[in-house]
């Protein structure tokens, strides 16, 4: 590694020791806060259990994973058929347990860090043609087994 690269990647550990690491910082998107608007929401709908309300903001196909594989949910049927499985124990805790503070957003998309853990979930704007606003949709929940609120609530 020449001089000069090493003197960037040192400054880089210096002034974005978060990113580097893993970590997040605060979101500096422009639509943030119609981002946290969308995740309390989503966590409204998820404390009533409403099925319906929440197959209707997916952006289809919804990845996620059942039976531990990661497998597209291809439309509001499917993810009918398999709402316990998608948003099992571990997912919900994530979601109940975070607030619109934990909400960041990068050229992904926006997530939630829960229990030092980012990308439970992934969600963005979306603009269909002719509309003007973006609607912001749920696009991937992962619902792994190993998450840590699922050991953390099968320990107690």
Sequence with gaps: MNKSLRILVLIGCIVFPKLLFGQHTDSN??????????????????????????????????????????????????FLR????????????????????DVWGNSHG???EYGGNIGRIWFDGFRATNETD????????????LNKCNAERENK
Excluded: W
Aim: charged fraction near 25%; proline fraction near 5%.
């Design 29 to 78: 998107r422009p639509d943030t806060p119609q981002a946290q608007a969308f995740f309390n929401h989503l966590q409204q709908l998820l404390k009533v259990n409403d099925r319906t309300g929440l197959s209707n903001i997916v952006e289809y196909p919804l990845l996620t994973g059942l039976h531990e594989k990661k497998t597209y949910i291809r439309n509001r049927s499917e």
């Design 134 to 145: 973006y609607t912001y949709r749920l696009m991937t929940v992962n619902n792994d087994p």
């Design 82 to 101: 398999h709402f316990d499985e998608i948003f099992d124990t571990g997912i919900r805790c994530a979601i109940l347990g975070s607030t619109e503070k």
């Design 110 to 112: 926006f997530t939630i």
